[in-house]
């Protein structure tokens, strides 16, 4: 029958890259690694790599986790940066500010047991409040304070310096995956908007309305503003927008988009500078990357000598893919709980801001990364994709080799699908402030 006809499909890539934030540079850098000869494209709306979420994000990292999963992502791929930084002498703007993690009581017992497991292990530091008022000149008691009560500002008892901790510049991290991959021989496509992908049958019979449900799938490419491409493999790695493309074609990413906001001031008072140049924490002779009981965020940033305020609400804040920052929600939000801790921002206004996707897994917060016939998906970020980066790129592109296992930086291995959906393993994370 005429029908039956074999009609062989034109493809043009082996790999297929849609997005090129971290999770894509990453994932299209290990595929080449190991396999020199693949033909890979990275396509991305924006006009340069990184401009995504990961040019908005705050750059931090730790490796403090109790989750065995977790801490070997984040830790082998912080050990991944410090070596293209001092092994290999590309600057990534790594600073190791240390996170300290501000706590009271009532919190702190909670996680007493983890945080006495990382002191034993030389990991983390317990200050007292005392200790922490000296040094950074901040507020660390409410008790009888009507107006704390209000913010929910609880006290300061204690402060948790982990070490192996700090920030990294993500701008300069995706330029470094990208000037590799260039070297390497892959293609960027930039300005090129990826409006659908498109299902072709293993076996094309070109009869009408193809693929019938019968038909075996495989997802053939993308049609973007510009055309349709083709590869063998297609990696989704399109960050908040990930579901946009995913959902038409009935695949679930179990993770959505939510706006998170970071605000900058100079250091416009004497105070500011003081703070900022806090000794005794870190080497850098810099406040660390602060978290208050509150959730609320301070980081002195060292290259552009400014501060950096956040904090990612979630009751009341949609899950929506708008990225306008709202210069309210600092006054708002940000500002009273802050100049509460430290008066040293009182009346500071703030000189830039910007917003950025968080794609958030609310299932377990760890990334999602799975394989659907010719397609694999990384994305569910959850706010930690700078410092868990390199590992999911390696993941990633496992699953896009058909591997069963991936090695991370060190040596280290895991189970190519321990973040699918069906075969995901995940205990409770235990370590959360
Ligand atoms: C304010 C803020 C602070 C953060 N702080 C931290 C932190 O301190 N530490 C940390 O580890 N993480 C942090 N993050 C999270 C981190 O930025 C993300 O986890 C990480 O950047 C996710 O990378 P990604 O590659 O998945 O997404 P992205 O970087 O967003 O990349 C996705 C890419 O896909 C492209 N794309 C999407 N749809 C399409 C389409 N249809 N066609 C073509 N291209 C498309 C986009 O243009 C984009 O470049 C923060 C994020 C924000 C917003």
């Given at each position: 029958?005429?029908w039956?006809?074999?009609?062989?499909?034109?493809?043009?890539?082996?790999?297929?890259?849609?997005?090129?934030?971290?999770?894509?540079?990453?994932?299209?850098?290990?595929?080449?690694?190991?396999?020199?000869?693949?033909?890979?494209?990275?396509?991305?709306?924006?006009?340069?790599?990184?401009?995504?979420?990961?040019?908005?994000?705050?750059?931090?990292?730790?490796?403090?986790?109790?989750?065995?999963v977790?801490?070997?992502?984040?830790?082998?791929?912080?050990?991944?940066?410090?070596?293209?930084?001092?092994?290999?002498?590309?600057?990534?703007?790594?600073?190791?500010?240390?996170?300290?993690?501000?706590?009271?009581?009532?919190?702190?017992?909670?996680?007493?047991?983890?945080?006495?497991?990382?002191?034993?292990?030389?990991?983390?530091?317990?200050?007292?409040?005392?200790e922490?008022?000296?040094?950074?000149?901040?507020?660390?008691?409410?008790?009888?304070?009507?107006?704390?009560?209000?913010?929910?500002?609880?006290?300061?008892?204690?402060?948790?310096?982990?070490?192996?901790?700090?920030?990294?510049d993500?701008?300069?991290?995706?330029?470094?995956?990208?000037?590799?991959?260039?070297?390497?021989?892959?293609?960027?496509?930039?300005?090129?908007?990826?409006e659908?992908?498109?299902?072709?049958?293993?076996?094309?019979?070109?009869?009408?309305?193809?693929?019938?449900?019968?038909?075996?799938?495989?997802?053939?490419?993308?049609?973007?503003?510009?055309?349709?491409?083709?590869?063998?493999?297609?990696?989704?790695?399109?960050?908040?927008?990930s579901?946009?493309?995913?959902?038409?074609?009935?695949?679930?990413?179990?993770?959505?988009?939510?706006?998170?906001?970071?605000?900058?001031?100079?250091?416009?008072?004497?105070?500011?500078?003081?703070?900022?140049?806090?000794?005794?924490?870190?080497?850098?002779?810099?406040?660390?990357?602060?978290?208050?009981?509150?959730?609320?965020?301070?980081?002195?940033?060292?290259?552009?000598?400014?501060?950096?305020?956040?904090?990612?609400d979630?009751?009341?804040?949609?899950?929506?893919?708008?990225?306008?920052?709202?210069?309210?929600?600092?006054?708002?939000?940000?500002?009273?709980?802050?100049?509460?801790?430290?008066?040293?921002?009182?009346?500071?206004?703030?000189?830039?801001?910007?917003?950025?996707?968080?794609?958030?897994?609310?299932?377990?917060?760890?990334?999602?990364?799975f394989?659907?016939?010719?397609?694999?998906?990384?994305?569910?970020?959850?706010?930690?994709?700078?410092?868990?980066?390199?590992?999911?790129?390696?993941?990633?592109?496992?699953?896009?080799?058909?591997?069963?296992?991936?090695?991370?930086?060190?040596?280290?291995?895991i189970?190519?699908?321990?973040?699918?959906?069906?075969?995901?393993?995940?205990?409770?994370?235990?370590?959360?402030?």
């Amino acid at each position: 029958m005429i029908w039956l006809e074999k009609v062989i499909a034109v493809v043009d890539y082996d790999f297929l890259i849609v997005g090129a934030g971290i999770f894509g540079l990453s994932t299209a850098y290990h595929i080449k690694r190991t396999n020199k000869n693949a033909e890979i494209a990275v396509v991305d709306k924006n006009l340069d790599a990184g401009q995504g979420a990961t040019a908005k994000s705050a750059g931090g990292f730790r490796v403090i986790f109790t989750n065995p999963v977790n801490r070997t992502l984040a830790e082998s791929s912080v050990d991944f940066y410090l070596h293209v930084q001092r092994d290999l002498n590309r600057d990534l703007g790594i600073v190791m500010a240390g996170y300290l993690i501000l706590q009271d009581k009532r919190l702190f017992e909670i996680n007493r047991p983890v945080v006495e497991r990382f002191e034993e292990r030389g990991e983390v530091k317990v200050f007292r409040s005392d200790e922490l008022r000296e040094k950074l000149k901040m507020n660390v008691n409410f008790d009888g304070d009507e107006e704390a009560e209000l913010l929910g500002a609880k006290n300061v008892d204690y402060g948790i310096l982990a070490k192996k901790c700090g920030y990294i510049d993500a701008d300069k991290l995706a330029s470094f995956y990208k000037e590799e991959l260039i070297q390497m021989g892959c293609s960027f496509e930039f300005n090129t908007h990826v409006e659908n992908l498109f299902l072709e049958p293993e076996l094309k019979l070109g009869i009408p309305r193809e693929p019938r449900t019968w038909q075996k799938k495989r997802i053939a490419g993308v049609e973007t503003n510009k055309g349709r491409i083709t590869a063998k493999n297609v990696i989704v790695t399109a960050g908040g927008w990930s579901h946009l493309l995913l959902d038409r074609i009935g695949v679930d990413c179990i993770s959505k988009p939510k706006k998170r906001q970071i605000f900058t001031v100079k250091l416009k008072k004497p105070e500011l500078e003081e703070l900022f140049h806090t000794d005794g924490f870190n080497e850098e002779g810099i406040m660390p990357f602060t978290f208050l009981p509150t959730g609320h965020y301070v980081r002195a940033d060292k290259r552009d000598k400014t501060f950096w305020l956040g904090f990612a609400d979630d009751l009341g804040r949609g899950f929506d893919t708008n990225e306008d920052p709202e210069e309210r929600y600092y006054y708002d939000n940000i500002y009273p709980v802050v100049v509460k801790y430290f008066p040293q921002f009182r009346d500071v206004s703030i000189d830039n801001m910007w917003a950025g996707l968080y794609m958030i897994n609310s299932l377990d917060g760890a990334p999602v990364i799975f394989k659907v016939e010719n397609m694999v998906v990384a994305t569910g970020d959850s706010g930690s994709g700078i410092l868990k980066g390199d590992a999911v790129g390696r993941v990633a592109a496992a699953l896009a080799l058909g591997k069963k296992e991936a090695e991370l930086y060190g040596g280290r291995r895991i189970r190519s699908d321990v973040l699918s959906i069906h075969n995901r393993c995940m205990e409770p994370e235990k370590f959360i402030f």
